[in-house]
């Protein structure tokens, strides 16, 4: 049974890699076909992708939307997750239905009603209306990040410290928030990766300054180049790359509770 | 200051940002879809005409079936596909479960277009799979139906939820105590018995949870039609985005959206009535 | 019921079960080293140990959750090792019950009987007389998380008994339960036995639960037996040191056999020499120890001179901790007790005392 599941697991995983695995193969490839067989390695695609002056500017826009919105996003989250989690207020599920909404809102919906709200108050389009926007999507995930983390805090640490003479407020700074560091920090790089690789509601919201998602959705649309491969390659490896931080972090805080 | 007023304190302004920015916008999409265009101006005088336009127009009426069509059925795939994957993830996999857990979620951050993109390269007649099959010697000329298909595009669906299905699933499995599978073994029930018997009905919360999950994005994305469906790519949620776009209906796209906002609030309802009742009958004792 | 097949079975002189050199290691653990044990048929048997002494994998594997490392497994004559943990006659009441959380008490305990072929009417008659046994047939239509630690407990014994098997494990079934519940079902367990005439194994870590249910104790440690019998016979003769400390307590002297005297032995010890019962097979020379039970020492005008250390009052009794030669003694003392620090004389009568081995 036991290798029968291992089997079909990996065949799943395979999977979930093969796309990703041929653009990674096809971004090193010299010809500029993207089939096989390959005809050789290369560099040029990654040259001619860091060179595009163009990205560069997207790559920009992308982080000055990004580190608003993990800033954001992690703070409503831990305030959330707090408010769900240690103080049982009264409409605990009212409120964590609410908390759920944007996840559960097909994402043009949710972009569409934005960009109504946004014209009906006379807000146009603007780095802020996209930072609005994503925040509203991400919080989901940074609340159960943080929440999963606070779950782990015994609560009688808070008993012993309060026992011990610390009032609310103190026993929240000395007790649960260093704890609860290293939440906060995978949720912020969590919050970081959704936004940089967020689309719809960026290219629905986006101003005259765009985003590198929205900036390389028509090449990705009609213009498929080898270099988009790279691009890829370079966007998944930083991506996995935050993400195995986020992770570290997230076992040295397991380790520590 | 007390723990139940801080808690509230603390909500407030996540009320306040998911209100501004979810709550007020859904709204204001409600009472667009009680609009009407006229030429480039909306007028505002409410009507139903929209909703009527919707109910009579079979083109409308079927897409929205097709999605949720297509949303059943990445679910069940997802689900099938999955089951053995959490079943694994959760009995199995013992140390390596976080690391195996974090590597399934790492193709979703990945971005929704480079994923897209990513079954053009691998569909594509030039593709990889075909260019293998070719090379196999199973075919001898590369398969035109596998892009811009509803082949392709359901592949790709599945391929981009069933992480979400397999977490869903997996937490179900984590708390299926071992015992119970021992004692269903004890008192003479075969494998296939334990599994009909125990292990089907104390995970089933954990499907519908999944599969509702699935569901909902499967009916929201319109990309992964839109560039892989070809001619079949056409889905409500893309009519949508053309109505708010290029042909300019704002009226009719917030009618249409909240019809499927109505829908989808229905599906949850009834999704959060069988979890309660699965979870009330698979309560730990 | 079942009682009368069983007591015609009774009169079978081969063992109902047979465990022939039994062996299990988990990579390079050895939980279970060379065990040969039977069950007579209609006896209430106990494996007896502390945690990681093999008792439980014991279970286990008659119950068919493990497989056999090396060894045979007997029931009634037949092979048991390749039979599935299903297709087995035997049924388990696991330490933390099992019971099926999404079925009503009633379906548990009908469970396994729909693999019976039986009809549905007489299925469920027969769930509800396994229920009316252990008096929880009020308890049918409720779910499991509805009851007590104690309810659940029966529950899970009526769901085993239901389906009438050769041979009814217990794993440490009663360990959940506080005191008071304990004693009740430790009564119950054995009542039932008796009624139904089953054969029951029965793991505990608890000597004295151990003592109230068992025909037979089997003691074990570190993945082998150290001793077995009835428990009279292991109270009064203990084969090793281990034992005789592990049922009962006993401070246990080191010595050596001086010579043999019929069935006892002239033992050397600290507190000089003396004719004493003991186990059999111990040649002159050997090492061995002397076993004294706290209520074998008596304090008096004459003997070994010690001074009071601890005493520990326990209601009916004082339990006396003594020292005596560099050696700890402990001594059960009626009434007002000798303050700490005072010296006392330590006697005991050789042939109430009893000599064991070092070790097995």
């Not at chain 2, 407030?12 to 009472?31: H, K, N, Q, Y």
């Not at chain 2, 005409?49 to 079936?65: D, H, P």
């Not at chain 2, 249409?256 to 009834?270: E, H, Q, S, Y």
């Not at chain 3, 279970?32 to 439980?56: F, M, N, Q, W």
Request: a positive charge; glycine letters at 8%.
């Amino acid at each position: 049974m036991s290798r029968l599941g291992t089997l079909w697991v990996c065949l799943v995983f395979g999977f979930m890699y093969l796309p990703i695995a041929m653009i990674a193969l096809f971004s090193v490839n010299t010809s500029d076909v993207m089939a096989f067989p390959l005809t050789g390695v290369t560099g040029q695609w990654f040259a001619e992708i860091l060179g595009d002056g163009r990205l560069g500017g997207g790559f920009l826009t992308t982080l000055a939307v990004a580190f608003p919105v993990a800033l954001l996003t992690t703070l409503l989250g831990a305030a959330a997750a707090l408010a769900l989690s240690f103080y049982a207020t009264r409409f605990r599920v009212l409120f964590a239905a609410l908390l759920l909404l944007p996840f559960l809102v097909p994402r043009l919906i949710l972009a569409v009603a934005q960009l109504i709200l946004f014209k009906e108050l006379g807000v146009s389009r603007s780095l802020l209306t996209v930072i609005a926007g994503q925040s509203v999507i991400i919080l989901p995930f940074t609340t159960v990040i943080v929440a999963s983390v606070l779950i782990r805090i015994d609560r009688r640490l808070i008993e012993a410290a309060a026992d011990l003479g610390a009032s609310g407020w103190s026993s929240f700074r000395r007790v649960v928030l260093p704890l609860m560091g290293n939440g906060l920090m995978a949720a912020w790089v969590i919050a970081f990766v959704l936004s940089s690789s967020e689309y719809v509601l960026t290219a629905f919201l986006s101003g005259r300054q765009q985003a590198l998602s929205v900036l390389v959705a028509s090449d990705f649309r009609f213009d498929l180049s080898p270099s988009l491969n790279a691009l890829a390659v370079l966007i998944v490896l930083g991506n996995i790359a935050l993400v195995v931080i986020a992770e570290a972090i997230r076992h040295r805080s397991g380790r520590l509770n | 200051m007390r723990p139940q007023s801080a808690g509230t304190w603390l909500a407030l302004p996540v009320v306040a940002a998911l209100g501004a920015l979810c709550l007020a916008p859904l709204a204001i999409l409600f009472a667009y879809s009680f609009f009407s265009v006229d030429f480039v101006t909306i007028s505002h005088d409410p009507s139903l005409k929209n909703y009527a336009r919707i109910l009579q127009s079979e083109t409308y009426r079927g897409l929205i079936a097709r999605a949720f069509g297509s949303g059943l059925l990445v679910a069940a795939i997802t689900a099938v596909i999955g089951y053995p994957v959490a079943w694994f993830l959760a009995k199995r996999a013992g140390a390596a479960k976080t690391m195996l857990l974090t590597l399934l979620l790492v193709p979703l951050y990945s971005g929704d277009l480079l994923r897209i993109f990513a079954w053009r390269v691998l569909l594509g007649a030039e593709g990889a799979i075909n260019r293998s099959l070719i090379w196999l010697g199973a075919i001898d000329a590369p398969l035109q139906g596998l892009l811009f298909s509803p082949l392709a595009t359901h592949i790709a669906l599945t391929y981009n939820y069933l992480p979400f299905m397999v977490i869903g699933l997996w937490l179900a499995f984590e708390s299926l105590d071992d015992a119970w599978l021992e004692a269903a073994a004890d008192l003479g029930a075969p494998g296939r018995d334990r599994f009909r018997r125990v292990t089907l009905p104390l995970t089933a919360p954990g499907l519908i949870a999944g599969g509702l999950m699935v569901f909902v994005m499967v009916v929201g994305d319109y990309l992964t039609p839109q560039l892989l469906g070809g001619a079949s790519g056409v889905t409500v949620i893309s009519a949508i985005n053309d109505l708010f776009g290029t042909a300019f209906d704002w009226p009719l796209g917030s009618a249409i959206a909240w019809t499927m906002l109505a829908i989808l609030m229905l599906c949850f309802g009834a999704g959060a009535v069988l979890i309660r009742r699965s979870s009330l009958v698979a309560e730990g004792a | 019921m079942a009682v009368a097949e069983n007591t015609a079975a009774g009169r079978r002189t081969r063992p109902l079960l047979e465990a022939i050199a039994l062996y299990k290691s988990y990579g390079s653990v050895q939980a279970v080293r060379g065990i040969d044990l039977a069950l007579a048929h209609e006896s209430y048997v106990t494996l007896l140990g502390p945690s990681g002494c093999g008792k439980t994998t014991l279970l286990r594997m008659v119950g068919g959750f493990e497989a056999i490392g090396s060894g045979t497994l007997m029931l009634d004559g037949a092979r048991l090792d390749d039979l599935p943990a299903n297709l087995r006659p035997i049924n388990t009441v696991f330490q933390s019950y099992a019971l099926f959380p999404h079925l009503t008490v009633l379906e548990n305990v009908a469970f396994g009987l729909s693999y019976r072929s039986l009809p549905k009417d007489r299925i469920k008659a027969r769930a509800r007389e396994a229920l009316a046994t252990v008096r929880m047939e009020a308890m049918a239509d409720r779910r499991p998380r509805q009851l007590s630690g104690g309810q659940q407990q029966r529950v899970a014994l009526a769901r085993a008994i239901a389906n009438e098997p050769r041979l009814l494990l217990l794993d440490e079934p009663l360990s959940a339960l506080d005191r008071r519940m304990r004693k009740d079902m430790q009564i119950e367990l054995k009542d039932l036995q008796r009624r139904l005439g089953m054969t029951f194994l029965h793991v505990t870590h608890d000597q004295e639960e151990a003592f109230a249910l068992s025909d037979r104790i089997v003691v074990m440690r570190d993945g082998r037996i150290e001793q077995q019998g009835a428990p009279g016979d292991i109270y009064a003769r203990p084969a090793t040191a281990y034992v005789a400390d592990f049922i009962g307590g006993a401070s246990c002297l080191p010595g050596r056999i001086l010579g043999q005297v019929g069935k006892s032995y002239a033992i050397e010890t600290a507190l000089g020499r003396h004719v004493v019962p003991g186990v059999s097979g111990l040649s002159v020379g050997a090492r061995a120890v002397l076993c004294l039970r706290s209520e074998k020492v008596a304090l008096g005008e004459t003997g070994t001179p010690a001074h009071v250390t601890h005493a520990v009052y326990r209601g009916a009794d004082w339990l006396l901790e003594c020292v005596a030669g560099g050696q700890i003694f402990q001594v059960t003392h009626v009434g007002p007790p000798p303050a700490p620090g005072e010296t006392v004389r330590l006697s005991f009568d050789p042939d109430r005392v009893w000599i064991a081995r070092e070790a097995a």
